[in-house]
């Protein structure tokens, strides 16, 4: 079972639209959660950390269910530059390495 | 502030060869990451370096090795590639001091096609 699962989508949304998508992982002692942004053939970067209470940043919102063991991301009044490849990350305890999911891809239509 | 550089940005090279790619940490970190990503997956974790000594290895096989420098650098080295080990290769550098040290930034990336 792969540590960290996602949608790949593609998620096709309209400018304006709102559109959620989750990840979910399996090690129970994952202790920091992170939402990646990756444009095509490039690096990815962090676009949000995860807050066990729930966290926005502008257009972003991030949620964590330790019970479900679920990440989740929403993103408002979407913009054609949110077009993207999402990474949701997990990090463990004493654990050096983050562990990737394979991304949900976004693509946000005009 | 310079962030994570890498080198080089492209690579070709034949089945059986050898590789050596580079990194160059963010300004005031010390520990570098390596990570794997094949097309349409997540980067995969290949091994941790700090104070120069491999500190966390991902499940990938001795054909990968790395080397960090005094200066905090980091080489990955690749033997007897394979086709499969055709990828874009990441980098990511942080510190122990301050900042937590998951919060890795990326560098670019060297796209490694083996043929």
């Known amino acids: 079972r792969k540590e960290v699962e996602q949608d790949p989508g593609p998620f096709n949304v309209p400018e304006g639209a709102t559109v959620a998508f989750n990840c979910t992982y399996s090690n129970s002692a994952s202790q920091s959660f992170f939402w990646y942004r990756q444009d095509c053939r490039k690096e990815p970067k962090l676009l949000m950390s995860v807050y066990s209470s729930g966290n926005e940043d502008g257009r972003f919102t991030a949620q964590l269910n330790r019970a479900s063991q679920y990440i989740s991301l929403l993103i408002r009044d979407s913009k054609l530059s949110d077009s993207a490849t999402y990474l949701c990350v997990v990090n463990s305890f004493n654990d050096y390495k983050l562990s990737f999911g394979a991304g949900t891809t976004v693509t946000v239509r005009a | 502030d310079a962030g994570v550089t890498q080198s080089p940005t492209h690579l070709i090279k034949t089945r059986g060869q050898q590789v050596t790619l580079r990194c160059s940490p963010k300004?005031?970190?010390?520990?570098v990451s390596w990570y794997q990503q094949a097309l349409g997956q997540g980067p995969q974790f290949i091994f941790q370096?700090?104070?120069?000594?491999?500190?966390q290895r991902g499940n990938f096989p001795d054909r990968f090795s790395g080397h960090q420098f005094p200066n905090y650098s980091s080489e990955l080295n690749v033997n007897a590639l394979l086709l499969g080990d055709s990828a874009l290769y990441l980098c990511a550098s942080s510190t122990k001091r301050g900042t937590p040290s998951y919060e890795q930034y990326f560098g670019p990336g060297t796209r490694l096609t083996v043929t």
């Open positions: 300004s005031g970190h010390d520990t």
């Open positions: 370096y700090y104070e120069e000594e491999e500190r």
